[in-house]
């Protein structure tokens, strides 16, 4: 392995032995939820994934390396150091060369734990087109990772403010399966449905494990969106969700908000604009991605 990319003793035992690891992404720390309710959550996703007889990975850039399996020390580090970066593919080699600290996306994320042999990464929702992206051209870089990264994302669909339709088709296009969990539909993040059909249900977890281990065995390179539903009982109110995603989405357009800056802007005035209630939503979606993809990582490891 790379001298830049450092594995944690617990991580590097779990893949040499062959055991079921998942991935973590570190965003939600610093630019998902707000301090000090970030660094709660990535403690609580990793209790989330032990319980459910996995090992978790949290993957970070601290001191010129990329973490894999940040320790409780490190994630506070990353939790309370101030201007951390927001570390996709195009900027990830500069951040590490820098020294300065970062927090990984998806992207980024699902691109070092395929490098160290990590099979399935939790996240909460993915990157995807963006509402006026035929003007704009902005599209997150999520999407072409996972067309050409191998990795199951375990995910509430993508992130509510974007275009959910333009994303699932740009999906398809690249070849990059979306197979929902208990679901016909895919996921709209802080909502269970979005009216999009995935592109097969699974209500058992073997047949989608064995949906995923044929995917990475015919070699067809792309990652797999395994798309999991929010519980219905953190589901945001359909009225209360459409009016804050409307008031959001107008402030942003009137700020001129663009590029990594879009949806930590949206998503901080979504949790405003619904009184917090959006993030009791996120936490149980980040929580029920983490225990749906450490059953998966298991049956991965056992089949």
């Not at 699932?168 to 399966?177: A, D, R, S």
């Amino acid at each position: 392995m790379h001298e830049r990319i450092v594995i944690a003793e617990p991580v590097a035992e779990a893949l040499a032995a062959g055991g079921p690891v998942v991935a973590l992404e570190t965003t939600v720390i610093t630019h998902g939820l707000p301090s000090p309710a970030g660094l709660r959550a990535a403690e609580t996703l990793e209790a989330d994934v032990r319980e459910g007889g996995a090992v978790p990975a949290t993957i970070g850039v601290l001191d010129g390396r990329v973490r894999v399996g940040l320790t409780a020390a490190q994630l506070e580090q990353l939790g309370g150091a101030r201007g951390t970066v927001k570390v996709n593919l195009s900027n990830l080699a500069a951040v590490v060369a820098s020294g300065m600290p970062g927090s990984t996306t998806v992207a980024a994320t699902a691109f070092v734990a395929s490098c160290v042999g990590i099979r399935v990464f939790a996240t909460g929702g993915i990157g995807g087109v963006h509402r006026g992206s035929e003007q704009s051209g902005d599209v997150s870089g999520d999407l072409a990772a996972l067309a050409r990264i191998p990795i199951a994302v375990v995910c509430a669909g993508a992130k509510a403010v974007l275009d959910l339709g333009r994303t699932v088709q740009m999906l398809e296009t690249l070849g990059v399966p979306v197979l929902g969990f208990g679901t016909d539909e895919f996921p709209a993040f802080y909502r269970r449905s979005s009216g999009l059909p995935v592109d097969r249900r699974f209500d058992d977890l073997g047949q989608l494990a064995l949906a995923v281990r044929v995917h990475f065995q015919l070699g067809i390179g792309s990652g797999v969106v395994v798309a999991n539903p929010i519980p219905v009982e953190h589901e945001l109110p359909r009225e209360q969700y459409d009016a804050a995603l409307a008031t959001a989405l107008a402030e942003a357009a009137a700020s001129d908000v663009r590029g990594r800056d879009v949806t930590p802007f949206l998503l901080g005035r979504l949790r405003e604009l619904t009184e917090e209630r959006s993030v009791f939503s996120n936490l149980g979606l980040l929580r029920h991605n983490a225990q749906v993809a450490a059953a998966l990582a298991r049956e991965l490891q056992e089949g």
